[in-house]
C-alpha cells in the first residue's frame, strides 16, 4: 500500500514497545512485519517478562539475521521477574531511558504498544500516527484548510488510537476498538465480520475527515495501540495493578476521556493476530483475572453513587442473563480479593483525582 503521508511523519520519532512472554511461535513474524514498516523513525524496545521458553534466544537470532534492526533502533531487555503488562511497559517508558540509556523518552512524540503475537500491515504506523494529524471538517463537510488555527486538527482531541485488527487466517475482525457496559464488561465493535483487505489496500485518500474515517471507542487494546508520549508519561503510565493483564489500557483511555480527550480507532492502520496465541481464553485463570481487573476498573473509574446505582443493578442483570457456571468460581473469588483492597482503590481514585485535575490546568 502506498502512503503519501510517509514523508510527512519523519519527525515523529516512536517508541515501540513489545512485551513478550514465551512468545516463541509467533515474535519472530512480527520482528519481521516492524522491520518491514515504511514508516522507520522509531526505536524498538523488546521487554521479555522472564519467559521460560526460547524466545529470548529466537529473538537474539532474528536481530542478528535482520540488516534493518540494529544497536541503533532496538533494544532487548530480559526481565528477571514477570512484571506483567502493564509493568513491563512502564519499565520500558520510566526505568530504562532514564537510568541505563544517554536519550531519554523525551524524546519520542508516541508511543506505540504491540503484542508479540500480531503481523503489521506495511503501513500501519504510518496510519497510526497519520490519525492525528487529520483535520477537521466544518459543518458544511467540507475539509477545513486551515492550518494555522489548532482547533482545526483533530489531534487536539485524541488521547489514544488503534488499528483494525483482522485474524490471521480468516481475515475477520478481531478487535476494532471496545466498548463497555455499565458494569465494566467489555465487547469488540464489529467482532467477527468479514473484511476485503484488498478494498483497504486500495484505500489511498488518508485525508478523510473525522466522521468517515475514524471510529469513536471506549478503549482501545494495547496490541495495537498508540498515544502520545507526553500524555502517557503525564498520567504516570499503565496502573501496575492490573496484574498480569486486562483493563490497563481501558483504565488509561478513561483517564483520558476524563481530559476531554477521544479514544478513536483508524480502520486504515490494520494488523494480523495468531488466533491461536490467545488459547489461555475462557481458561478459570482468564476468567479470575478478567473479573479481577474488571472489577477493580469499575470502583476506581466510577462515583459511589454511579457504583450502587449503575453497577451492582448492571451486574445482577449480567449474572442473570448472560453469565455461565463456569465463570461463578472465578467471580466468587474475584468479588472476595477487591473488597479486601477496596480501601486501597479509593487512595488510588483520589490520587488520580489530583494528578487529572492537576493536568487539566496545562492543557
Known sequence: MENNNSNNNGN?????????????KFIEKCLFSIANQNFKNYFLLVIDNNSTDST??????????????SSSNFKLICLKKNLGFSGAVNYGVFNYFSKKNKLTSDGFKYLVLINPDMVLDEDAINNLIFTFNLERSDKTGKENSNTE??????????????????????????HLGGKIKFNFITSHIKNNINVDVKKIIKKENLSLTN?????????????LFITKMNLFKKLG??????????FEELDYCLKLKRLNLNIVVNPLAF?????????GKFSTNFYYFYHKNRIRCAIINSSFINILKIFFKSEVLWLKSEADKNQILP???AYLINWLFCHYYMIIKI?????????????
Open 331 to 333: 467471580l466468587v473469588k
Open 351 to 363: 490520587k488520580n483525582f489530583i494528578k487529572i485535575s492537576m493536568f487539566k490546568k496545562t492543557l
Open 271 to 279: 494488523a494480523w493476530h495468531f488466533e491461536g496465541a490467545s488459547s
Open 237 to 246: 503510565g499503565f496502573d501496575t495493578g492490573y496484574k498480569p493483564a486486562y
Open 211 to 223: 466522521e468517515e474515517n475514524l471510529i469513536n471507542a471506549d478503549y482501545v487494546t494495547g496490541a
Open 56 to 69: 529470548v534466544s529466537t529473538i537474539k537470532q532474528y536481530k542478528n539475521a535482520e540488516s534493518r534492526i
Open 12 to 24: 515523529n520519532k516512536v517508541l515501540i514497545i513489545i512485551v513478550t512472554y514465551n512468545s516463541e
Open 149 to 174: 488555527d489548532p482547533i482545526n486538527y483533530i489531534s487536539n482531541y485524541i488521547g489514544a488510537a488503534g488499528g483494525m485488527i483482522l485474524d490471521y487466517n480468516s481475515n475477520k475482525i478481531s
